[in-house]
């Protein structure tokens, strides 16, 4: 069945987890989406995951639309996501519709995802009344890791958490139709998930979130940069694929691949006419 802002919503209600992961790609989504996963973001995690870079800042548009369209052409039941890249959304009001409508347009995604509290209001206000749906990223934001100073949980202090909880109350009121809680002690973000009629989403945030997200590679163990705390394997993809691409390279050296099964005929006729 297809997952839509209405699903999410009924499943808040119905007290039911939403499941999220990441796809960067049409092969991976497809599997994620057969998996029956309720939603796959299109993080600008891709930039660390799929494009190596050291963080996401320089994450651009053109590279979440060109990952995002590949993932909706094979997500048939989850709902889409795509995060706005840094500076797509923060400068003005009007680029933050104009690159939000760019991204939903250009990918046929269902919502876009943007990070910060009451900063970002008006942004989220402007492209929901666009008629885009819009889910907030609070806690630890990768965009601003130079303000923050390295990746670090949010929220631990007394102020921290306050502004935590106004912040979520503010991009709920804006109009977001759900909420990423990064990297957030456990306590808190169940106080703002029973606060809050939007969803929250947590990763790094505890069991008490409306439903989970994590990165697809961190999961399945194919990234090995770095592997933060909250993440659990659910499967040692990475090391079956060196296995598998190391036997690949010993066959192709022993000449045992390709085989005479994995090889197209020819008449001999046809063959000894060439000489
Ligand atoms: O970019 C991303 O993958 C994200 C998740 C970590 C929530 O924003």
């Not at 104009?98 to 209001?121: D, S, Y």
Request: glycine residues 8%.
């Amino acid at each position: 069945m297809k997952n839509t802002v209405a699903t999410f919503k009924a499943m808040k209600e119905k007290g039911e987890k939403i499941s999220m992961l990441t796809s960067y790609d049409y092969s991976t989504a497809k599997l994620v989406d057969e998996a029956g996963v309720n939603s796959i973001l299109v993080g600008d995690s891709l930039g660390n995951v799929m494009l190596g870079y050291e963080n996401t800042i320089p994450v651009t548009v053109e590279d979440m639309i060109h990952h995002g369209a590949a993932v909706c052409r094979g997500a048939k039941n989850a709902l889409v996501v795509v995060d706005m890249p840094f500076l797509s959304y923060q400068v003005s009001v009007e680029d933050a519709v104009r690159n939000a409508g760019r991204i939903m347009k250009e990918t046929n995604c269902a919502a876009v995802k943007l990070e910060g509290g009451q900063e970002v209001c008006p942004q989220i206000k402007a492209i929901t009344a666009a008629s885009i749906p819009v889910v907030a990223h609070l806690g630890l934001t990768p965009q601003s890791i130079n303000a923050f100073g390295g990746y670090k949980v949010q929220g631990k202090s007394l102020e921290a958490a306050k502004k935590l909880i106004a912040d979520a109350k503010a991009v709920e009121e804006a109009g977001a139709f759900a909420l990423t809680l990064e990297c957030v002690p456990a306590k808190l973000a169940e106080m703002i998930s029973k606060e809050l009629t939007i969803p929250t989403i947590g990763i790094g945030a505890g069991n008490g979130c409306d439903g989970q997200v994590l990165v697809y590679a961190d999961m399945l163990a194919m990234f090995s940069d770095f592997r933060p705390k909250f993440v659990r394997n659910f499967a040692n993809i990475g090391e079956i694929m060196k296995q598998a691409f190391r036997e690949y390279d010993a066959a192709v050296k022993d000449s045992s691949f390709p085989a005479p099964e994995h090889t197209y005929k020819i008449d001999d006729e046809v063959i000894d006419k060439l000489y």
